[in-house]
């Protein structure tokens, strides 16, 4: 048996392949077009190994979807592939649509197309997992209730628009088409591998680097933060349960604010590789202009996930925290190969 997985190459899919491979025997086939954001040097490890095909190449080449069915046979597509980050959605917004929305909409094409022509067997036992985020339901008020599977879908930035259309998409392919889908619902997440754009990596990266940790507005922002294998263990679990037409939350129970996240990595930094001046990091902490329309809390009622499926974070954030700061020290390569060019450029652009 054989799964395809989209954007496997990217932070949460790349941790999702290596997890699956060590936990499964199953093939699989990752499909992935190496944007800025994808890096197949995530997935050194699996080099020479049978179990895993890497296929360079767009989710909205239909044809090559196409192809890539009917030779590898899946009997299941977990769709990852995305442009992922709310800063470059708001200077470029198009991309999104291109490849959330476009791409989406090819590749449940493409999807719907063989698990049609499947024997009856396969055809009921298909499944179709499109990750989304939490980001879709908009911001909450300090005193609101988390959000659950029922909230209206409010999406603020173009980023959050464009994953709310293919989640639209995704929900009418299995009403319309019949298509097996099911949607997960993340919220912010951490860990190894996650490109240096987003805050948690960009603070340490910067604050190793001796540069201004860009705080936006007044930091008092609040998300909800899940480390990354707790979300590929989620993401497994749903897929097992093939609840078909049901959408899952995903979330950590670790609201913090922003300022609270930046302090923590520069209290672990301090520890695991003092400054040479003696000075803690926190003094290289900067406030910047805020985001246009930025979001001010997001949190995840992942209640229905724990009480029907048995999933809970094995990670607290302390935890996670701690693993993820000792993974970026000890892998200080990996981030000097992704924060060349492009990168540079791209922090010219957006924090000057
Ligand atoms: P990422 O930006 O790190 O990786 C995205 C991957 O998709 C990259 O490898 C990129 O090369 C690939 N890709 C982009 N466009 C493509 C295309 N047209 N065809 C094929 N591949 C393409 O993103 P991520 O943070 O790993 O997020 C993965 C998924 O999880 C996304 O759908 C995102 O919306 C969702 N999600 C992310 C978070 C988070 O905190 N990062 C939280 C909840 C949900
Ligand atoms: P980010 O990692 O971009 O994820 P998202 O926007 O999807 O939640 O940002 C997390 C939070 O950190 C968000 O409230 C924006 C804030 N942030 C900063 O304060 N400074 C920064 O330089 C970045 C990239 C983000």
Redesign the pocket.
């Known amino acids: 048996m054989t799964i395809l997985v989209t954007g496997g190459a990217g932070f949460i899919g790349s941790n999702f392949v290596i997890d699956w491979l060590a936990g499964h025997d199953e093939a699989l086939v990752n499909l992935d077009a190496l944007t800025y954001a994808g890096n197949l040097a995530n997935l050194d490890g699996l080099r020479g190994d049978p179990r895993h095909r890497f296929v360079h190449g767009d989710i909205r080449d239909r044809a090559l979807v196409e192809r890539l069915l009917g030779e590898h046979r899946p009997r299941a597509v977990l769709h990852f592939a995305a442009e992922?980050?709310?800063?470059r959605s708001i200077h470029g917004p198009e991309a999104f649509f291109d490849t959330n929305v476009t791409g989406t909409l090819r590749l449940l094409e493409a999807v719907t197309g063989y698990w049609r022509a499947l024997e009856e067997a396969e055809r009921n036992a298909f499944c179709f997992l499109h990750v989304s985020?939490d980001?879709v339901f908009g911001t909450l008020g300090p005193e609101d209730a988390a959000f659950t599977e029922t909230n209206r879908y409010l999406p603020n930035?173009p980023?959050a628009a464009s994953k709310a259309a293919s989640d639209h998409l995704a929900r009418a392919w299995h009403h319309t088409y019949g298509l097996p889908v099911v949607t997960t619902n993340c919220s912010?997440n951490?860990g190894p591998y996650q490109f240096p754009?987003?805050?948690?990596p960009?603070?340490i990266h910067r604050a190793l680097a001796g540069e201004p940790?860009?705080?936006?507005?007044d930091?008092l922002?609040?998300?909800d933060w899940l480390y990354v294998s707790d979300h590929c263990a989620a993401i497994r679990t749903v897929l097992a349960a093939a609840r078909i037409g049901e959408t899952w939350n995903i979330g950590g129970h670790n609201e913090l604010t922003?300022l609270e996240?930046?302090h923590t990595l520069c209290a672990l930094l301090d520890e695991l590789r003092p400054r040479a001046d003696g000075l803690p990091y926190a003094c290289q902490i900067t406030h910047?202009r805020?985001?246009p329309g930025?979001?001010r809390r997001?949190a995840i009622d992942a209640s229905k996930l724990a009480r029907e499926l048995g999933w809970s974070p094995a990670e607290t954030f302390a935890s996670g925290i701690r693993r993820t700061v000792a993974w970026y020290l000890a892998h200080e390569v990996w981030v000097r190969d992704v924060t060349s060019g492009a990168y540079r450029e791209w922090l010219g652009r957006?924090?000057a």
Do not use: A, F, M, W
């Open positions: 992922s980050h709310v800063d985020t980001e930035s980023y912010n951490y754009e987003k805050l948690i960009l603070c940790l860009p705080v936006y507005g930091g922002q609040v998300r922003n996240v930046v910047v805020d985001r930025h979001d997001y957006h924090y």
